[in-house]
């Protein structure tokens, strides 16, 4: 359990790090949204963070998040030490707990952390003494990913309220999905989770057919088949998954006119999306996601930091 600060105003957050979408109230998702449109697009904000070190320990490949919180954290004049998984002592066997009470004792003023663990950043923050944030732990959760896809979702309808997002793909494997489920849902939004039997979560609500859950959506999240993470292959293989849960023009078009596509990436053009339609200006938001990962980075670090 994440310690409790004082009661949350537009400034401030219920926790002092953030872990998972469960510790954030609707308040606390506001006020980091709130912070990351003020963000968006400034290229030389006020540099709140000076002085300040972060340490970047990403376990796991990464591109997007790993870059987007090294530039937020820069952006708002902090340094950066990055750690990944090459060069580091994970390589000569340290187990994860070791390696985090060895980096919690250098104090750091943040720690940002990735890893396959499940409960990785949890595990971080009881050795830490500075905030935590959670880059994504195994298949547990990826709480900056939901609240910059939320920014994406609230910037183009306005709202999150009463939106229907249908979410389709490797749901079992996917934090994201968890992340975005937990969000939208405290948000007012109607989720669906949909994608092969195999591939859906025991504890959550979801469904094999992918017709019915895109029909009258306001928004499509497609996710990759995280491979990496399963234990036995799939049964299908890459061209008949494609053709069954991949997101064509065609199955697209059961959902609203105007409804719009979203992927956290990295994409499988042809896998679980038509490469043309992820690159579709008109329909998809995926780059949005991406510019709005860092200004929802920044927010996140300078509401816990500043
Ligand atoms: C996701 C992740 O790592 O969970 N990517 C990301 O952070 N943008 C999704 C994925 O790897 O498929």
């Given at each position: 359990?994440?310690?409790?600060?004082?009661?949350?105003?537009?400034?401030?957050?219920?926790?002092?790090?953030?872990?998972?979408?469960?510790?954030?109230?609707?308040?606390?998702?506001?006020?980091?949204?709130?912070?990351?449109?003020?963000?968006?697009?400034?290229?030389?904000?006020?540099?709140?963070?000076?002085?300040?070190?972060?340490?970047?320990?990403?376990?796991?490949?990464?591109?997007?998040?790993?870059?987007?919180?090294?530039?937020?954290?820069?952006?708002?004049?902090?340094?950066?030490?990055?750690?990944?998984?090459?060069?580091?002592?994970?390589?000569?066997?340290?187990?994860?707990?070791?390696?985090?009470?060895?980096?919690?004792?250098?104090?750091?003023?943040?720690?940002?952390?990735?890893?396959?663990?499940?409960?990785?950043?949890?595990?971080?923050?009881?050795?830490?003494?500075?905030?935590?944030?959670?880059?994504?732990?195994?298949?547990?959760?990826?709480?900056?990913?939901?609240?910059?896809?939320?920014?994406?979702?609230?910037?183009?309808?306005?709202?999150?309220?009463n939106l229907t997002v249908t979410i389709c793909g490797?749901i079992?494997?996917?934090?994201?999905a968890?992340?975005n489920f937990?969000?939208l849902t405290?948000?007012?939004a109607d989720v669906r989770l949909t994608g092969?039997?195999?591939?859906l979560p025991?504890?959550l609500p979801a469904t094999p057919d992918m017709a019915a859950a895109l029909r009258n959506a306001d928004a499509v999240m497609m996710l990759?088949?995280?491979?990496?993470?399963?234990?036995?292959?799939?049964?299908?293989?890459?061209?008949?998954?494609?053709?069954?849960?991949?997101?064509?023009?065609?199955k697209?078009?059961l959902a609203k006119?105007?409804a719009?596509?979203l992927?956290?990436?990295?994409?499988?053009?042809?896998?679980?999306?038509?490469?043309?339609?992820?690159?579709?200006?008109?329909?998809?938001?995926?780059?949005?996601?991406?510019?709005?990962?860092?200004?929802?980075?920044?927010?996140?670090?300078?509401?816990?930091?500043?």
């Amino acid at each position: 359990m994440a310690a409790v600060l004082k009661p949350a105003s537009a400034r401030t957050l219920t926790h002092t790090h953030i872990l998972g979408i469960n510790d954030l109230t609707p308040h606390d998702i506001t006020a980091i949204l709130d912070r990351a449109e003020f963000f968006a697009g400034q290229r030389h904000p006020r540099k709140s963070l000076q002085d300040k070190i972060i340490l970047n320990l990403f376990l796991e490949n990464s591109t997007r998040t790993r870059v987007s919180f090294e530039m937020a954290a820069l952006r708002l004049g902090a340094q950066v030490i990055n750690i990944g998984a090459d060069g580091s002592s994970v390589k000569k066997g340290e187990c994860l707990d070791d390696t985090l009470r060895t980096l919690a004792c250098m104090g750091a003023d943040a720690l940002v952390i990735r890893a396959g663990d499940n409960g990785a950043a949890q595990a971080a923050s009881l050795l830490f003494k500075c905030p935590v944030l959670n880059g994504g732990d195994g298949t547990n959760e990826h709480p900056t990913q939901a609240l910059l896809d939320a920014l994406t979702l609230r910037s183009h309808f306005g709202r999150l309220e009463n939106l229907t997002v249908t979410i389709c793909g490797d749901i079992r494997h996917s934090r994201v999905a968890r992340s975005n489920f937990l969000l939208l849902t405290k948000m007012g939004a109607d989720v669906r989770l949909t994608g092969p039997q195999e591939l859906l979560p025991a504890d959550l609500p979801a469904t094999p057919d992918m017709a019915a859950a895109l029909r009258n959506a306001d928004a499509v999240m497609m996710l990759r088949l995280q491979k990496e993470r399963m234990e036995r292959t799939l049964h299908l293989n890459e061209a008949d998954y494609f053709q069954r849960f991949g997101l064509t023009a065609e199955k697209l078009s059961l959902a609203k006119p105007d409804a719009v596509i979203l992927h956290p990436g990295p994409i499988n053009r042809g896998v679980e999306i038509d490469g043309a339609l992820a690159d579709d200006p008109k329909r998809s938001l995926i780059l949005k996601q991406v510019e709005n990962g860092l200004a929802t980075r920044m927010a996140c670090l300078d509401l816990l930091l500043a």
